[in-house]
């Protein structure tokens, strides 16, 4: 996508939005509620069609070769439009059907054997025959991904894909959303929960109204968004690490009242000397640890930098209280 806008009306929810989704790889869009993750899912596969900016899915424009771009493609809606009074089974028969995978001179037997496999692959293979109003919400997403992969597509796109789920249901579909980018598949899943993006984004886009603040690995995020290295020091009296913050090699500071100081160096080199510098004060060092920054910690980063303030928040850090301690340079 190159600089696409689309608007509803009076309301923008793309506005020259750019990034790049690689290949064989879980590319997540972050975003509050609002931020234009929907409808960018849309335009990528041409179900929206915005007037403005350049889009090309799987090397074609999906405004103008739809029919092109969405047999390659899966979706997996937060609310998937699944038929209630049809069986888990005659859900997939149907959409085997619509993409072809189902009809004239494809034998039945590889027809059932292809439903059968997607369903076991997301463990619903023994509910096929129940109807599905009867499923829980866990089993209709799981339907709703064995039916999104049914045809093999070689893009799969996930909106919000643990929305309503149990923590066990959500952990196994993230589970299988890995697996899918380990076995080939390029995948999208927009979603504003961080910690269910943690560890399997291989590529990240922060959005904010319809424009993306950041693209690039979490690597890459890192280096750009986080000042220096990160360990937590804490004291038998906290207030004593203050001192540090205008030390040798200390580019940030942060500490909450009788908190851990979060303290950011140029490099883990510094570690040792700030410790030996405190003990040589007399401070009582309790704990050093280093801290390597979450995808958390990463999207505030990001949305904080875009508000003007440069300080990396560690877990999302409130904005800082008259009695904080807290230095940056």
């Known amino acids: 996508m190159d600089g696409v806008t689309h608007r509803f009306g009076d309301v923008t929810a793309l506005d020259r939005l750019s990034f790049v989704v690689p290949s064989d790889a879980v590319t997540v869009l972050l975003g509050p509620n609002g931020a234009g993750k929907t409808t960018a899912i849309r335009a990528i596969t041409g179900a929206l069609s915005p007037a403005e900016g350049s889009i090309l899915t799987l090397g074609v424009d999906p405004r103008t070769d739809g029919d092109a771009v969405r047999p390659r493609c899966g979706v997996v809606s937060a609310k998937p439009a699944l038929y209630d009074r049809l069986s888990g089974w005659d859900n997939l028969l149907y959409a085997a059907r619509l993409y072809g995978v189902a009809g004239r001179g494809v034998p039945r037997h590889e027809v059932d054997q292809r439903i059968r496999s997607s369903a076991a692959r997301f463990g619903i293979d023994a509910a096929l025959e129940h109807q599905v109003a009867g499923y829980s919400t ?20 996930f909106d919000e894909p643990t929305s309503g789920l149990d923590p066990e249901s959500a952990h196994a579909v993230l589970e299988l959303i890995t697996d899918m980018a380990a076995a080939g598949r390029t995948v999208v899943m927009c979603t504003h929960l961080l910690a269910e993006a943690e560890g399997i984004a291989d590529h990240v886009v922060v959005l904010e109204a319809g ?11 890192t280096r750009r968004y986080w000042p220096g290295d990160l360990v937590l020091i804490e004291a038998e009296a906290p207030d004593q690490l203050d001192r540090i913050a205008n030390w040798r090699g200390v580019v940030g500071y942060d500490r909450d009242p009788g908190q851990a100081a979060r303290v950011h160096v140029d490099g883990p080199g510094r570690v040792p000397d700030l410790v030996a510098g405190l003990v040589a004060d007399g401070v009582r060092v309790t704990r050093v640890e280093p801290h390597q ?21 560690v877990r999302g850090v409130v904005p800082a209280a008259p009695e904080r301690i807290r230095s940056v340079r």
């Open 138 to 157: 866990g089993m209709k997403t799981r339907l709703a991904l064995a039916r999104a992969v049914l045809h093999e597509p070689d893009l799969v796109l």
């Open 293 to 313: 920054p979450t995808l958390e910690d990463l999207y505030f980063a990001v949305r904080r930098a875009a508000r003007g303030d440069g300080l990396a928040p």
């Open 211 to 221: 424009s993306a603040l950041v693209t690039g690995t979490p690597e890459e995020v």
